[in-house]
């Protein structure tokens, strides 16, 4: 694992790969003051498993030109759930309905999040 860039800056990049890919539902989640094992969790979604592949692809790529490089990539093959672990921040890509009924935003109850489905949003992210 290879980690050029972090927290925000990381959360940029790829929030930005994530949009020119069409993902939908960026959250952020602000983990710092929480018991977790990552400081920042990302979630969003595709349409279906090939976007979500296209999604992830996009981050992975765009953070790796800036020398970032993920601990673990799960669910890559299927595309149904991709897991994106670098450290401090995990991305979560996934199907709509896999979204709705696992609801990981809700594991974090009152923990700060940023929507994230524009340029200006990442203005605010962690202010």
Not at 63 to 87: C, F, M, N, S
Not at 96 to 106: C, N
């Amino acid at each position: 694992m290879t980690t050029a860039l972090g927290g925000t800056e990381l959360i940029a990049v790829a929030a930005r790969s994530a949009l020119d890919r069409k993902a939908e539902g960026i959250v952020c989640i602000d983990l710092r003051n929480r018991p977790s094992a990552a400081d920042w969790f990302v979630v969003c979604e595709g349409d279906n498993a090939i976007h979500n592949k296209a999604i992830a692809e996009a981050v992975l790529d765009s953070l790796a030109q800036q020398r970032t490089r993920p601990w673990h990539v799960e669910g890559r093959e299927q595309g149904r759930w991709i897991l994106l672990d670098y450290t401090d921040v995990v991305i979560h890509v996934l199907l709509p309905d896999l979204r709705a009924y696992y609801e990981l935003e809700t594991l974090w109850e009152g923990s700060p999040r940023y929507g994230l489905e524009d340029e200006s949003a990442l203005d605010t992210l962690g202010s």
